[in-house]
């Protein structure tokens, strides 16, 4: 063994994920309940525990006896938020403020007795935690602001969505993932590049702009990727706030009782199997978007990894659990790419399985993720198909293995595509940008190539 795998071996026996995560929790729950400042930010890569930190702190401000309003970006995030918080403490008065529409929440709120649902802010006054969407919040008005918020996925809040419900609150805890997509808007966002007060940008950003002070802390582990994906996901997004693996080599292991047929995709199902990352590299070619034989692959490996009754062992339990069509996903860049590999699905009988955007798959978690390479067949790499965001989050949804769908070439189509962006005077320049993201999860990806010439 070499001095090198020596300090590495020690490093790795020394380094208790548990114990380092609760170091970071206890200080930032600290500076939360106990601090001066009118904010602080926690960094946090994928599957680190956000929605735990975030219920465990509305938790303890509610129990300190101090009401809090809780801001997250999406009605489902809204309503999986109160529902952890009514399983930690039922007995916790939750408020859901919610829109007008015909079918605003998720009808599992209405079984909870301590969860108060309307649709105006006033009948929820005086309750210990009220939660509800950013943009719910932002038609509110207060006499008085609430002594503390929380504002969940803060990285995909745009700043001028926390300007309009900024007044609401005295101090706020801010959580997110800064390597996932930047936020969405229907319009360029040119004209503000390198202003301070950039409505586009996120709400951190525009935060720490005007608040270099605030505190800062970062989740330093990942629950949901397993050893051999965290390395690659910290080194390619994260490399100033690198994390680790919460499960050591051995700790997880995905089998099946049936065994390779010796096609493309029964090879590169065991190749992902074994090591946690699979390529299934298709001929060079230029393609429409909608590549139906990338398509048809996709639905392949999809397929086969059903047929051949996958089970899945990890440390949640020392019993296999089968991985079923509930705990695989399917993601792309396009919709209408979804919507093709959902319809080749349908063609092979498969259902139930998750098909959509990297958008959409922010946040969630499966045991296997199948992805179409977001520069597969393409004559040129565009800003949005290099977009470090929509990497990150289709290479970190999964507890056991990826398996990347590719055609040839998409090497050479990088080198040809320029690396530097107009610069802009004021901005912060974002590392790693796109190009270098991809060239080091195409080198990774090399490593566990399966050709098939279908």
Known sequence: MTAEALVRTGADAAFDPGAEAARATAAILHDTLHG????????????????????????????????????????????????????????????????SDADPYDKALDGLPGVRKSAKAADLA??????????????????????????????????????AVAGLFERALFVGDPGQLDPFSVVGGEQWAGLSYDPSASAVTTLLAHNPRLPQHRLPVSWRLPASAAPLVSDAFYPFTPFRSGTGPGDRRLTFAVPSDGSGPDRVIDEAAASGWGLLELPARRTPR???????????????????????????????????????????????????????????????????TANRLQGREYDVTVVLHPLSGRPDATAFHLETGRLCVLASRHRHACVVVCREGVDDLLDAY???????????????????????????????RVPWRP
């Open 126 to 163: 005086g309750l210990a935690v009220v939660v509800s969407t950013a943009a719910k919040w932002a038609h509110v008005k207060v006499d008085e602001p609430w002594r503390h918020a929380i504002v969940d996925e803060a990285y995909q809040m745009r700043s001028d969505a926390l300007l």
């Open 290 to 356: 909608t590549d139906p034989e990338a398509v048809r692959a996709v639905a392949a490996v999809v397929r086969r990894l059903l047929d051949r009754e996958g089970a899945a062992r990890s440390e949640r339990s020392p019993d296999a659990s089968p991985l079923t069509p509930a705990r695989i996903a399917v993601g792309t860049a396009h919709r209408d790419q979804a919507a093709a590999v959902r319809a080749a699905l349908a063609a092979l009988g498969v259902t139930g399985v998750t098909v959509d």
């Open 418 to 448: 320029p690396s530097t962006e107009p610069v802009q005077l004021g901005t912060t320049v974002k590392f790693p940008d796109g190009w270098e993201a991809n060239h080091a999860v195409l080198a990774h990806l090399t490593q566990h």
């Open 36 to 99: 001066t400042e009118r904010g602080v930010v926690v960094d946090s890569p994928p599957g680190a525990g956000k929605s735990t930190l975030v219920v465990r702190a509305a938790l303890e401000l509610a129990e300190a006896g101090r009401p809090l309003m809780v801001v997250a970006q999406t009605n489902a995030q809204v309503d999986d938020l109160v529902l952890r918080l009514a399983e930690k403490n039922p007995e916790l008065p939750v408020g859901r403020l919610h829109s």
